[in-house]
T-cell receptor
């Protein structure tokens, strides 16, 4: 059974710091891995999608890596800003129909 | 302006009552999904549909029902059989390529029990 774990559960950093969020999964047979952002009481916003054949994806200050063999992904946020404060969710795709299995998220707080 | 809409934003259910959550998308996506989110928990899949008039159970389908009569609509009914319905419900959609594509999420509906 696929399980997704995110560490740490919460993180507080000063503005401007570079940071790394971690995601691990137990079964390496995935189609892709996605990182989402969720603001309080809101829906999810897709940040990055890494296909199983890829090693990393970049969007602006965000960089996500994927190591299928070790069952790990990291989300790197450069030069953090208070507006980055949110919960970040990692999800892997199970099966060909796109069903996602989510981790519990990392709640990030960036202090001015 | 393309996207996914969910209504209502808040919904209150009385004991023994069935309630229906609306999900509409104008992205021309074939696949649609319903997830449930509880505090401190990851999202869990309730039902999903790849094409009109077809849908499958997810991990926690008991006490829920869905229909997919139109491509753009995927309503979720929370029945009286669902004994712990209080949660945040999120609808998502993706294009017909299934596992290879990003899922786009609606703003969610928060269901509370009176």
């Amino acid at each position: 059974k696929q399980e997704v774990t995110q560490i740490p559960a919460a993180l507080s950093v000063p503005e401007g710091e570079n940071l790394v969020l971690n995601c691990s999964f137990t079964d390496s047979a995935i189609y892709n891995l996605q990182w989402f952002r969720q603001d309080p009481g809101k829906g999810l916003t897709s940040l990055l999608l890494i296909q199983s054949s890829q090693r990393e994806q970049t969007s602006g200050r965000l960089n996500a890596s994927l190591d299928k063999s070790s069952g790990r992904s990291t989300l790197y946020i450069a030069a953090s800003q208070p507006g980055d404060s949110a919960t970040y969710l990692c999800a892997v795709t199970r099966g060909s129909q796109g069903n996602l299995i989510f981790g519990k998220g990392t709640k990030l707080s960036v202090k001015p | 302006d393309g996207g996914i809409t969910q209504s209502p934003k808040y919904l209150f259910r009385k004991e023994g009552q069935n309630v229906t959550l609306s999900c509409e998308q104008n992205l021309n996506h074939d696949a649609m999904y319903w997830y449930r989110q509880d505090p401190g928990q990851g999202l869990r899949l309730i039902y999903y549909s790849q094409i009109v008039n077809d849908f499958q159970k997810g991990d926690i389908a008991e006490g829920y029902s869905v229909s997919r009569e139109k491509k753009e609509s995927f309503p979720l009914t929370v029945t009286s059989a669902q004994k712990n319905p209080t949660a945040f419900y999120l609808c998502a959609s993706s294009s017909g390529q299934g596992a290879r594509e990003t899922q786009y999420f609606g703003p969610g509906t928060r269901l509370l029990v009176l």
